[in-house]
């Protein structure tokens, strides 16, 4: 009876464990980093989505009726890439790290939308080219395949840093990003005040934030699960040291121990006592 006290006392315990991590968590570099990339997703992504309409409209002098079919190809660009990307993954993964495909996704992804920008900030400065909307319409299914590489690279390395908190991480990371998708398109529009509608401006800024993002948040990208590191700072009291050391996987996440086990420390405690 004794050992079926302290048994249920340990797993009343870890009933109790918060979901919610402690602020430090959210200052570790790789969470700073999927974070941000997240946040450059949605600001580049929302960006077009508001912007490239006016775009046809003031410099190509194309309505939404014919700028539509243009602006439409990037969805299917962007259906065919997501499935090239999935089978790239398990090919990368079955021969490098985990570690390693996110970072080669996340540089995929900012270097292609940086690329179809600056591209587009070239092609500006060329008028009357009578293939400029059909060259912009490409660009923009560029960026789109690259933004779609953002699936497997920070997307998912969501999922690879924690278990226990993956909840909390994700709902920090997708409000800081709602955010962004709020303030780019604001941002740009005063950019446009501010150059006097200069379109070459607005894509160079993209290029420049998307090439920014793979110098600064990809390195510090990592698969490496962080849930054992802070498991000793949330840990209740009255939960046994067998609890915490149980065993880990390959990601770093902590096995937690089965109620048997539980059950036979708890009899091998009472024979001490006796």
């Given at each position: 009876q004794q050992g079926s006290k302290m048994n249920g006392h340990a797993n009343g315990s870890k009933a109790q464990e918060s979901t919610m991590p402690p602020l430090r968590f959210f200052f570790q570099p790789p969470v700073l980093s999927v974070i941000f990339q997240h946040m450059s997703f949605c600001g580049t992504k929302y960006m077009f989505i508001a912007w490239m309409p006016q775009y046809f409209n003031q410099h190509y002098?194309?309505?939404?009726?014919q700028s539509a079919g243009y602006l439409s190809m990037e969805k299917i660009a962007g259906l065919c890439s997501s499935f090239i990307y999935?089978?790239?993954?398990?090919?990368?993964?079955?021969?490098?790290?985990?570690?390693?495909?996110r970072r080669f996704f996340a540089i995929l992804a900012f270097v292609l939308a940086g690329f179809a920008a600056l591209t587009q900030a070239v092609l500006h400065?060329?008028?009357?080219?009578?293939?400029?909307?059909?060259?912009?319409?490409?660009?923009?299914?560029l960026n789109t395949c690259g933004l779609m590489a953002h699936v497997v690279g920070f997307r998912s390395n969501y999922n690879d840093l924690t278990a226990k908190y993956a909840g909390a991480l994700y709902g920090v990371g997708t409000t800081c990003a709602t955010a962004a998708s709020y303030a780019t398109p604001l941002a740009a529009a005063y950019l446009m005040r501010a150059t006097n509608n200069d379109w070459t401006v607005l894509f160079m800024s993209s290029c420049v934030f998307n090439w920014i993002a793979v110098m600064v948040f990809v390195p510090s990208m990592s698969a490496r699960r962080l849930d054992t590191s802070f498991a000793k700072m949330d840990k209740p009291e009255g939960v046994g040291q067998s609890d915490t050391h149980a065993g880990d996987d390959r990601n770093g996440a902590t096995t937690p121990v089965s109620a048997s086990e539980n059950q036979v420390h708890s009899e091998e405690s009472v024979r001490r006592r006796k």
């Open positions: 002098g194309m309505g939404p009726e999935t089978a790239m993954e398990g090919w990368i993964i079955s021969r490098r790290t985990l570690t390693f495909s400065r060329q008028p009357g080219l009578t293939w400029a909307p059909l060259m912009t319409s490409v660009l923009l299914c």
